[in-house]
């Protein structure tokens, strides 16, 4: 009788031979080259108009005042976005139901509607609205607004306090393992009985610490500046999209919560924060920069961490995939993760695209010389009606006191010796003849 082969066993048995795959250093090399030109796309192409156009939306002065001239600066793009933002979030905000999953069968009916829920439940608990309004408002004012959706899991420590517990209730919060006893205060019940010390029943005051991993979804608005891209990128739905990046300061305990080891990025962290010299940030934030004190324990200190998302062929296959590669340092210095994911997992709003390009115009791009145009007009019309109401004065030498002449109080008195030193040199107020094209650039 022929021996039976177990060609399942012999299967299982046989060794899984290892996959192919790109070296260390080679790898964070090749990661570290795609995100210095990334970077390089953005500090020297993208930067300058997106802080253009914020120092535009917060009425900044223009550089080109004069003293003892009008500073007025037109509020136009400002306005503009402050009333359209109303509008545009009541079409996503105005409904209990953000979105609706639709069955296709009758009996899908209620998952159906357990998912439109359980979506609508995600999105309560991570401030849909805030994210949503902040990033249209980016997108209007810088051309981009960009959302990150992701399921996070996080270490996260509670502090509680507790005072009169017997001893019975005592013990079961000892039991529990996610319970730390930082400090404790313990005193009889009773005293003045002739109860042995030891005997004497105890009420207690503690202070603990509750460790616990939670994960929720989350939706976070990035800033501008925190992002970086390839400079080929069509749009982050494109196959032109190769990497996304999003860059950010983090502190030593944000990075231990997240369950790295604490020695492989402690040599990164500091008191400098390199995005603080981005001029987006700048132009968004400057009563900050370079104003936080120093880190006064090890787990404040901060550094740059970087979550890239970047297309290559990691493990020589010939393919293509979509890899999730955690950087830690301000020269993207070392990986401390590196797994394979499905998709990049951020959304790009832009209020006006334009063709075969990831980034769209702002109302900046429509309304800058809108504003300028209607800040000169005005500046021009509030010097000539300053000029028709506080006239310049002419003035015979050694005839008049200065000091006098200079004193702007009302009712004021004038020394001078000849009743004729004095005249003001009356200028008509012109600036009504500009008002049709103040009108006109209010109507556009």
């Known amino acids: 009788m022929p021996t039976e082969i177990d060609e399942y066993t012999e299967e299982g048995d046989a060794q899984i031979p290892e996959v192919d795959h790109l070296d260390d250093e080679e790898f964070l090399s090749h990661c570290r080259e795609q995100l210095d030109d990334a970077k390089d796309f953005l500090e020297n192409h993208l930067a300058p108009h997106r802080s253009d156009a914020i120092n535009v939306y917060h009425q900044k002065e ?67 609205y805030n994210v949503l309004h902040d990033a249209m408002k980016d997108s209007l004012t810088v051309g981009s607004g960009f959302v990150k959706y992701f399921y996070e899991y996080a270490k996260e420590v509670e502090g509680y306090s507790y005072t009169g517990l017997d001893d019975d209730t005592l013990a079961v919060l000892m039991q529990d393992d996610q319970i730390e006893i930082s400090s404790i205060d313990s005193r009889p019940i009773a005293s003045g009985t002739d109860m042995p010390e030891e005997e004497m029943p105890m009420i207690h005051d503690i202070e603990v610490k509750r460790r616990s991993n939670k994960g929720k979804f989350r939706l976070e608005c990035i800033p501008p500046e925190e992002i970086l891209f390839n400079r080929r990128s069509k749009g982050f739905g494109d196959s032109s999209t190769d990497l996304i990046a999003h860059r950010r300061v983090v502190t030593v305990s944000d990075l231990v919560s997240l369950g790295y080891d604490k020695e492989d990025f402690i040599d990164f962290a500091g008191d400098t924060y390199d ?146 030193a004095v005249k003001p040199l009356t200028v008509p107020f012109v600036g009504a003849a500009a008002e049709g094209i103040l009108n006109y650039f209010s109507e556009v």
């Open 275 to 420: 995005l603080d010299q981005a001029e987006e940030f700048y132009a968004r934030r400057p009563e900050i920069h370079g104003k936080e004190g120093l880190a006064y324990q090890e787990a404040s200190k901060k550094l740059l961490y970087t979550e890239l998302y970047i297309k290559c062929d990691y493990d020589l296959d010939d393919y293509a995939e979509v890899r999730r590669v955690c950087i830690a340092g301000p020269n993207f210095d070392k990986i401390l993760m590196n797994e394979p994911v499905n998709d990049f997992p951020f959304v790009h709003f832009t209020p006006y695209r334009e063709p075969h390009d990831v980034q769209g115009a702002g109302l900046y791009d429509i309304l800058r010389d809108v504003q300028k145009t209607k800040t000169q007009v005005m500046r021009g019309m509030l010097d000539s009606l300053s000029l028709s109401i506080f006239p310049r004065m002419s003035f015979i030498d050694g005839q008049v006191s200065v000091s006098d002449l200079m004193n702007v109080e009302t009712g004021a008195l004038i020394r001078m010796r000849s009743p004729d």
């Open 62 to 128: 223009y550089g080109d005042e004069e003293q003892g001239r009008s500073q007025y600066v037109d509020s136009t793009l400002r306005d503009t976005i402050n009333s359209i933002l109303p509008s545009l979030l009541k079409i996503f905000t105005s409904t209990e139901r953000v979105l609706e999953f639709m069955p296709r069968q009758p009996e899908d009916e209620p998952f159906a509607l357990q998912a439109t829920d359980y979506v609508r439940h995600c999105l309560n608990e991570s401030n849909f």
